[in-house]
């Protein structure tokens, strides 16, 4: 029998394992409200994925102490409701299920706040299935997906040859090169072909199926 390529699975959340449009836009809005500002939700779509902050600033021209309270807005509106308007993708638990049946380790690595992306995971019924997850802390302000993937690695003593990291945008491709590890980048969340395929992932991918079978044949 040969030995798969891969032992350790990384997923990024928004985009990916989940669909989290809907309570991003709406805690979006609501902060822009809050400085006289009126959006349309489908412009507000490259929000999910990036830094939080850098969209604020990068997007609205935000100064830091407006970037700040604009993060401070968005969370009040998504503790309260936003993260749990959200959906898991279609096939996402079957997926999840079989790798661990397969014997995988199976993470989570998000920018997402760490006690946010908890909470999602507990919210639908699949936080079984992963072993770490690994989320942005909320006093840091800096941190960068490779950032986040390392410390996945860390926590879970895993060699990069073994790992994968599944995402649908750029920074999640960028962040696993940055550790060593090859990429399955999706093509069904809120990265487009363009822009995914300029980062040279390992492996594309267009749906949930997609994934299981590169593993399974990796």
């Given at each position: 029998m040969t030995e798969r390529k891969y032992k350790h699975v990384l997923f990024d959340l928004d985009g990916t394992v989940t669909d989290p449009a809907e309570g991003i836009t709406n805690s979006i809005m609501y902060a822009l409200e809050k400085f006289g500002i009126q959006a349309k939700?489908?412009?507000l779509l490259k929000f999910i994925g990036p830094p939080l902050r850098d969209s604020f600033r990068d997007h609205f021209c935000f100064s830091p102490d407006d970037v700040e309270k604009a993060v401070k807005l968005y969370r009040e509106y998504f503790v309260?409701?936003?993260?749990?308007?959200?959906e898991v993708y279609g096939g996402?638990?079957?997926?999840?299920?079989g790798l661990k049946n397969q014997g995988f380790t199976v993470s989570l690595a998000t920018l997402k706040p760490e006690p946010f992306a908890v909470k999602i995971l507990e919210h639908f019924g699949i936080i079984q299935y992963f072993d770490h997850i690994s989320g942005n802390i909320l006093e840091v302000a800096n941190l960068e997906k490779r950032d986040i993937i390392a410390r996945v690695m860390e926590d879970s003593g895993a060699s990069p040859v073994?790992?994968?990291?599944?995402?649908?945008?750029?920074?999640?491709?960028?962040?696993?090169?940055?550790?060593?590890m090859d990429s399955i980048a999706v093509t069904y969340g809120y990265g487009d072909s363009y822009e995914?395929?300029?980062?040279?992932?390992?492996?594309?991918?267009?749906?949930?199926?997609?994934?299981?079978?590169i593993l399974s044949h990796a």
């Open positions: 939700r489908e412009n309260e409701k936003g993260m749990f308007e959200n996402i638990p079957e997926l999840l299920g073994q790992a994968v990291m599944i995402g649908d945008r750029k920074y999640d491709i960028i962040g696993a090169r940055e550790n060593s995914l395929s300029g980062e040279n992932p390992t492996y594309m991918a267009n749906s949930v199926d997609e994934i299981g079978h």
